[in-house]
T-cell receptor, first 111, second 114 residues
Framework: QKEVEQDPGPLSVPEGAIVSLNCTYS??????FMWYRQYSRKGPELLMY????GNKEDGRFTAQVDKSSKYISLFIRDSQPSDSATYLCAGLTGGGNKLTFGTGTQLKVEL | ETGVTQTPRHLVMGMTNKKSLKCEQHLGHNAMYWYKQSAKKPLELMFVYNFKEQTENNSVPSRFSPECPNSSHLFLHLHTLQPEDSALYLC?????????????FGNGTRLTVT
């Protein structure tokens, strides 16, 4: 079983839709959870991170973690074509920067 | 130039060749990483360097040999690779005060082994 599971997609939505991207994980030692965005032919860039359970909002993006069910979500409101990318979730135990990534979900936002 | 720069962007090599990937970061970070990204697979951590010292080798085959001459430069020397080594190789850097899990990635080198 992979430590972080993610549906690879592609997920195709119309412009303006609310997007929900999800991951599950198995490692109970994860304390931090990250979402990275990767555009085609680019490296991943950190969108946001969350510590433990709860929500975190940044503009149109909301990250949510439910440690009881080991479920991580990223919501994108009013999605734009520029949001089209692959979204990678990752977990991190307390020390260092040794991230465990999911496979990524490809998102396409269409006009 | 800012950020993390990787060269070359694309590399095609035969199984008997020797080549090197280069990474340079202009962020003043003290940790650098090599990751492998293959289709339909999670990012795989290969090596970690902190203050030029290797602190992580994630059971990587010896045909991959990293080198970190200083905190700004990282190399990955390649020799006698296999076709399954074809992938996107990503370099990243980080600094503690950027927050947990805050890696700055380059745009990668797309490697094809023929």
């Amino acid at each position: 079983q992979k430590e972080v599971e993610q549906d690879p997609g592609p997920l195709s939505v119309p412009e303006g839709a609310i997007v929900s991207l999800n991951c599950t994980y198995s490692n109970s030692a994860f304390q931090y959870f990250m979402w990275y965005r990767q555009y085609s032919r680019k490296g991943p860039e950190l969108l946001m991170y969350t510590y433990s359970s709860g929500n975190k909002e940044d503009g149109r993006f909301t990250a949510q973690v439910d440690k009881s069910s080991k479920y991580i979500s990223l919501f994108i409101r009013d999605s734009q074509p520029s949001d089209s990318a692959t979204y990678l979730c990752a977990g991190l135990t307390g020390g260092g920067n040794k991230l465990t990534f999911g496979t990524g979900t490809q998102l396409k936002v269409e006009l | 130039e800012t950020g993390v720069t990787q060269t070359p962007r694309h590399l095609v090599m035969g199984m008997t060749n020797k080549k090197s990937l280069k990474c340079e970061q202009h962020l003043g970070h003290n940790a650098m990483y090599w990751y492998k990204q293959s289709a339909k697979k999670p990012l795989e951590l290969m090596f970690v360097y902190n203050f030029k010292e290797q602190t992580e080798n994630n059971s990587v085959p010896s045909r991959f040999s990293p080198e970190c001459p200083n905190s700004s430069h990282l190399f990955l020397h390649l020799h006698t690779l296999q076709p399954e080594d074809s992938a996107l190789y990503l370099c990243a850097s980080s600094q503690e005060w950027d927050g947990p899990g805050s890696l700055h990635f380059g745009n990668g080198t797309r490697l094809t082994v023929t």
